[in-house]
């Protein structure tokens, strides 16, 4: 067992550090890095309705190749306290688990790669290139202001990584089964119709709005996208919401409202999908208003080195050869992607944001090894 990712991953998860709180986790983090000479910078940007959302990037080196590791210390509420069976900050060892919020999602990689570097640092003193860290603090809220500023942060300094890994808990059972290389896109509309007020008796004094709902979620659904791609599952619309907050059984209502999400792959971006579902409903002639917010664009990064190197690396620390993916839903690599090649792997996600999150010891170490392998490689040590 690597102590220095045990002691760390405790450390971390007794900052209660729910979006956009810190909770001192920013000075364990500097506390760990520091020593071992890395230029430590805490970065605080305004975040939604003013919250403030504090960021950490750490350097060491300056030369080429430089590899980032990213990730996010901020986590999600914990729920009813008195489900869990152990504190939820209190990071207790129980049946060779590491129990916490944030142990899975994800206290528990950054506390695995820090421990990875402690110990290639210790056998490479002199290694070339540059090893980084880019820990944001809202990855858990709205995405708006943490590695998404960060990163501008470092476009203005010239300090754009050449490559990156984040640490996200990308395996649903097994450490090693999956590494996600691109993640579908995410856009949500809202969707609107205004009629006209009126008695439930009387509907020709009325002009309903729920049958147009009907006819224009109906269209929508009615859209086929695509059959997927290479790498990618096929496009899917899902209605989340329809409301018209009628509390009267005789009453007409004069407006009707529906949330819908599109979770689109690499064969289109948010613009297309806009495009295609205008079509759709253009021929209906119902009159209507779509408020869009995208929250991501599709990204793929192609198989080749960097993936290679995490493949192997994995299959080494655990006899498993991973599949190259890009299920679930979106992640901090969105944002990475629109400045240079970035994979996902981490932990195992069976407990991310459920009550008594929960890391396997060995997969704690494993992740270690398997980190630690990944800076060998990269810098050819």
């Known amino acids: 067992m690597s102590e220095t990712a ?9 900052c209660p550090s729910v979006t956009p709180k810190t909770e001192g986790v920013y000075d364990v983090l ?3 890095l520091e020593p071992m000479g890395f230029d430590c910078h805490v970065l605080t940007f305004k975040g939604f ?4 959302i504090t960021n950490l990037f750490a350097r060491k080196g300056t030369g080429a190749p430089h590899f980032c590791f990213a990730g996010h210390v901020d986590v999600v509420p914990v729920g ?4 869990w069976t152990s504190p939820p900050f209190a ?11 944030g142990t899975s999602d994800m206290k528990g990689a950054v506390a695995a790669f820090i421990a990875a570097v402690q110990d290639f640092l210790n056998q490479n003193a002199e290694f070339d290139g540059s090893i980084s860290l880019l820990i944001a603090g809202d990855e858990e809220g709205t995405g708006a202001v943490g590695t998404k500023d960060t990163l501008k942060w470092l476009e203005a300094r010239d300090e754009i990584p050449d490559m990156c890994l984040v640490g996200e808990p990308t395996n649903p059972n097994l450490l ?21 007020q009126g008695h439930a008796a009387y509907p020709h004094l009325a002009d309903n709005p729920v049958p147009k709902m009907i006819d224009l979620l109906g269209a929508m659904k009615s859209i086929e996208f695509d059959q997927g791609s290479e790498f990618f599952q096929a496009t899917n619309l899902e209605i989340v919401s329809v409301d018209v907050g009628n509390t009267a059984d005789n009453v007409i209502p004069a407006h009707a409202s529906a949330l819908f999400n599109v979770r689109f792959n690499d064969l289109h971006s948010s613009q297309d999908i806009i495009e295609a579902i205008d079509a759709a409903l253009k021929p209906l002639k119902h009159p209507h208003s779509i408020a869009w917010h995208c929250s991501g664009e599709s990204f793929l990064t192609q198989p080749g080195f960097l993936s290679d190197t995490v493949s192997k690396a994995v299959a080494e620390a655990t006899g498993r050869t991973p599949d190259l993916t890009t299920t679930g839903g979106t992640s901090d690599a969105r944002f990475i992607s629109q400045y240079c090649p970035v ?4 932990g195992v996600g069976q407990t991310m944001h459920k009550v008594d999150e929960n890391i396997l010891l060995d997969d704690l170490d494993a992740l270690t090894d ?3 392998h990944i800076l060998k490689t990269i810098f050819n040590s």
Do not use: N, P
């Open 343 to 346: 994979v996902e792997f981490g």
């Open 91 to 101: 990071a207790e060892i129980k049946d060779d688990r590491l129990y916490g919020r």
């Open 30 to 32: 500097k506390s760990a």
């Open 80 to 83: 009813d306290d008195a489900a």
């Open 370 to 372: 398997i980190y630690g």
């Open 49 to 52: 309705e003013g919250a403030e």
């Open 6 to 14: 045990l002691k760390l991953a405790q450390d971390l998860i007794r």
């Open 176 to 196: 090693g089964e999956m590494i996600k290389i691109g993640r579908r896109g995410s856009i949500t509309g809202r969707l609107k119709v205004t009629g006209t």
